[in-house]
């Protein structure tokens, strides 16, 4: 099963920058760290300076393509996992996703 991501995770831009986001409420935590759900992703920023001909820097998440719990919820809410990816408003239009889950306590699927 994969990890369950929390504030300790690691999760990257389409372009290689960090992506950042903050758990809304801390209700779960490994390690010390609050388990991230869907809307924690959401409302993800990124620390994204890509430049160059045809490329956008990201500002915001687009989608969660993959990786929310089915068997895991945080007050309604689908727990994040280590498989989660998705889309950017940058270009090119590739998939942000996750380095390290930062943990290895907690899975879910
Ligand atoms: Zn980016």
């Known amino acids: ?12 831009c389409p372009h290689g920058f960090a992506m950042l986001a903050t758990p809304g409420a801390a209700l779960v935590t490994v390690d010390g760290a609050a388990v991230l759900v869907g809307a924690d992703l959401l409302g ?25 719990a089915g068997t895991l919820r945080i007050r309604d ?7 989660a ?8 239009p590739t998939p942000w996703h996750v380095t390290s889950a930062g943990q290895t306590k907690l899975e879910a699927t």
């Open 1 to 12: 099963m994969p990890a369950v991501l929390t504030a300790a995770s690691k999760l990257v």
């Open 77 to 83: 809410e689908q727990a994040a996992l280590a498989t």
């Open 85 to 92: 990816f998705g889309t950017t408003d940058g270009t090119p």
């Open 44 to 68: 993800a920023t990124f620390a994204c300076t890509a430049s160059g001909p045809g490329i956008k820097p990201c500002t915001k998440v687009g989608s969660i393509d993959a990786g929310l």
